[in-house]
């Protein structure tokens, strides 16, 4: 059974990091901590619901993690299960759906995958819901072979459980280039970006309510007339969640690679008239105060325009969760 019917779309966010996970290591914890009880100790925390204001006022690059898992975004629009490609984010995301009806054989879901480098579908294999049968699990793609390319990651020479053995219905369904599908009254469609081997981002609309999803894509070099084209798929966006590996100086020198900054989606947001930009896809490098660094540039570079636009700037982390 699928859960109960809204006329909003929620999102909530299961990976947010680009090429490959990067859980935090020993040295950036221990920094964390350092830094913690360097800003406690002039604070008078006598207990514990002291304790918990104060670490609640920290920054989240100071108490907590910005996340090291690939990409996984998990919508829930109009009681359907809708999931924005399968990157290690997925393994979590399934723990979370094995509670629901998944966990009986009772549910189905929509996995919409932009690409198939790995970091966008190494998760699969640990989607705990594709083993339960009774489960229905629908994959879309507009590349061709789509099935093949998932099954190939499965195969003995790299993994113990072939796709075919998974025990939910699975099936594939093959998008045409810059088609719009209609799914339980989601409207759906895809535009090709620029990325080697290609990418493709999705365009939700759903009671007047949209979000755009739009990770591993450049915007250098590229014709004014495909420029246009991505910013009329951002039109008026509620939210656009914008691939923003690289800084400024980083995609100088990575020309060609398929990954944008936070820069350009400020300015593709103001074109678009897009209400809240999501920074994603981070570099498996970059710390998490420098994610925040690269936010808080962004945020002023927005405000230093001329236009008056407030366009509200999130960073991506895991756990983050919009309700549009």
Not at 99 to 106: L, M, P, S, T
Not at 183 to 210: A, C, E, Q, W
């Amino acid at each position: 059974m699928r859960s109960t019917n809204s006329e909003s779309i929620k999102v909530q966010f299961y990976g947010v990091r680009g090429s490959i996970p990067s859980p935090p290591d020993n040295n950036e914890i221990k920094a964390k901590t350092f830094n913690l009880i360097k800003e406690a100790s002039s604070k008078n925390l006598t207990d514990d619901e002291s304790i918990r204001e104060f670490l609640k006022n920290q920054p989240l690059y100071q108490n907590g993690v910005v996340g090291g898992n690939t990409s996984c975004i998990y919508l829930l629009v109009n009681g359907l299960h809708i999931i924005l490609d399968a990157g290690s984010g997925i393994r979590k995301l399934g723990e979370k759906l094995m509670k629901q009806e998944f966990g009986d054989g009772q549910d189905e879901a929509h996995l919409f995958l932009s690409h198939t480098h790995w970091d966008h579908i190494q998760g699969f294999p640990f989607f705990m819901p594709a083993y339960i049968s009774g489960n229905s699990i629908s994959i879309y793609g507009a590349h061709n072979g789509l099935e093949q390319r998932i099954s190939n990651q499965q195969e003995d020479e790299y993994y113990p459980v072939p796709l075919a053995a998974m025990g939910a219905n699975i099936d594939f369904v093959q998008l045409r280039k810059g088609d719009t599908i209609t799914v339980n009254g989601i409207r759906i469609t895809n535009l090709m970006l620029n990325h080697p081997g290609g990418s493709f981002g999705y365009r939700l609309d759903y009671k007047g309510k949209s979000l755009v999803y739009a990770t591993d894509s450049e915007y250098k070099n590229i014709r004014d007339i495909q420029y246009e084209k991505y910013t009329q798929f951002f039109q008026n966006a509620d939210v656009l969640i914008f691939d923003a590996q690289f800084t400024l100086a980083e995609s100088i020198e990575k020309e060609n690679w398929g990954h944008s900054t936070s820069i350009q989606g400020v300015n593709f947001a103001k074109q678009a008239n897009v209400k809240h930009l999501v920074l994603f896809h981070h570099d498996p490098s970059y710390s998490d105060e420098k994610l925040f660094g690269i936010l808080n540039d962004a945020i002023d570079y927005m405000k230093s325009g001329t236009d008056n636009q407030n366009i509200k700037i999130s960073l991506a982390t895991e756990g983050l969760e919009l309700i549009l």
